[in-house]
């Protein structure tokens, strides 16, 4: 407290005397946009670690934890300068489901979150969890880590992930097994095993089609990068329980493959 205090003590005296002293000197108008972006960036940090500190004491599925991070992952999306446009969203189910998309982007993620706007977590790969602050808000909001190099890990993760769905938890997977290509948008096949995710849950599938995340890494920070999210019809569990996981992968893969092409025509 005593720190937040001091900031907003510190911003307004330099605010007050910048301003002053800026009406009769160049260099003093660059120190005050400087002090400007400063302070600014102090009080994001402040706010990230604030908002970790509140999510550690809840929860992983508060609604109000969700809302702050929604939020949160949507000035990323404005810095990051992706322009999105969803198109389906009244095929978003109201029973539990997991998600099921194409993978071209560290951002997919970000996307399919701030796109369906409910209370979800994602199944990730290990490596984020070595970030520091990614760590704890993959921890607090009960993001799986998965282990591909580590079969056994792989379906510890899996089993923990199941029991989150089973429980009403939403949750985001790429069937890929991550990134395997940024030359096309289309799906390079899939893990049958990440179907379990649903069938062994009873969970409703939700497929998303992501036509355009391939580009945001090379378009940043220079140029803005549109991308479009496909939600189509879910499929519930009475659909796909004669089926396979093997079999549930390839028609959850020609949904997703066939909504990008489209979306593709018709851009042309």
Not at 46 to 63: A, E, S, W
Request: hydrophobic share 50%; net charge positive; charged share 20%.
């Amino acid at each position: 407290m005593a720190v937040i205090i001091f900031l907003i003590l510190f911003t307004a005296l330099f605010s007050y005397l910048w301003s002053l002293l800026a009406l009769g000197s160049l260099w003093f108008i660059i120190l005050y946009v400087f002090l400007g972006f400063l302070s600014s960036v102090i009080w994001l940090v402040l706010l990230v670690l604030l908002f970790i500190f509140i999510v550690g004491k809840c929860r992983y599925d508060n609604k109000i934890n969700h809302k702050i991070l929604w939020h949160l992952l949507e000035f990323v999306r404005i810095i990051l300068r992706i322009k999105f446009e969803v198109e389906g969203k009244e095929n978003i189910p109201s029973e539990t489901f997991v998600v099921y998309g194409n993978h071209k982007s560290n951002c997919d993620v970000i996307l399919v979150y701030l796109a369906y706007h409910r209370v979800m977590s994602a199944v990730a790969k290990k490596d984020l969890a070595k970030v520091p602050i990614l760590k704890i808000i993959m921890k607090n909001f009960e993001v799986v880590p998965l282990d591909r190099e580590n079969e056994r890990e792989g379906v510890k993760a899996l089993l923990h992930a199941i029991k989150l769905v089973k429980g009403g938890y939403n949750m985001i997977i790429f069937p890929e097994g991550g990134i395997k290509t940024r030359e096309y948008e289309t799906m390079v096949g899939f893990k049958a095993g990440s179907f379990k995710l649903a069938t062994k849950a009873g969970a409703t599938v939700s497929p998303v089609s992501i036509i355009g995340s391939s580009k945001i890494s090379k378009n940043f920070p220079w140029h803005k990068t549109k991308v479009k999210l496909l939600i189509h019809k879910p499929i519930t569990k009475e659909m796909y329980e004669n089926e396979n996981t093997f079999d549930l992968g390839e028609t959850v893969q020609k949904i997703i493959d066939n909504g990008v092409t489209t979306q593709q025509i018709q851009e042309v």
